[in-house]
């Protein structure tokens, strides 16, 4: 057939800033630093301003915080207020994430 049918769709891909892990962008949450300054959660990822990837899980938001990953990442500081924000925004996800073993085997 034509190399068209053959050919896969571009996936975006970025790295956790906690973990370290490679995903793709859809299975990542933005958090996003606005030109004026503002960090917020960037549930759509198409913001303007300065973005960091988490997965989509409590222990690398958690991580992010404790280390101060955001704050450098963003180059801003976190107020108490968006800290407490975000710590309750991940109140909300799993723990962690399933293993993706035998997920690309075909």
């Known amino acids: 057939m034509s190399r068209r049918a053959q050919r896969r769709k571009h996936v975006p891909q970025r790295t956790c800033i906690a973990c370290r ?3 793709p962008r859809r299975d990542l949450v933005r958090i996003v630093r606005t030109p004026e300054g503002v960090v917020m959660l960037d ?3 198409k913001r303007n301003g300065r ?3 988490l997965c989509r899980q ?3 938001l958690e991580t992010a915080l404790q280390q101060q990953q955001l ?3 963003l180059k801003t500081s976190l107020t108490a207020e968006v800290e407490s924000e975000l710590r309750e ?3 909300g996800l799993p723990p962690s994430l ?3 073993s035998g997920e690309n085997e075909q």
Request: glycine share 14%; net charge neutral; with cysteine.
């Open 51 to 53: 973005g960091a990837y």
């Open 43 to 45: 549930e759509t990822g």
């Open 98 to 100: 399933p293993t993706e």
């Open 21 to 23: 892990t490679v995903r």
């Open 58 to 60: 409590r222990g690398c």
């Open 89 to 91: 925004y991940a109140q």
């Open 71 to 73: 704050e450098r990442v």
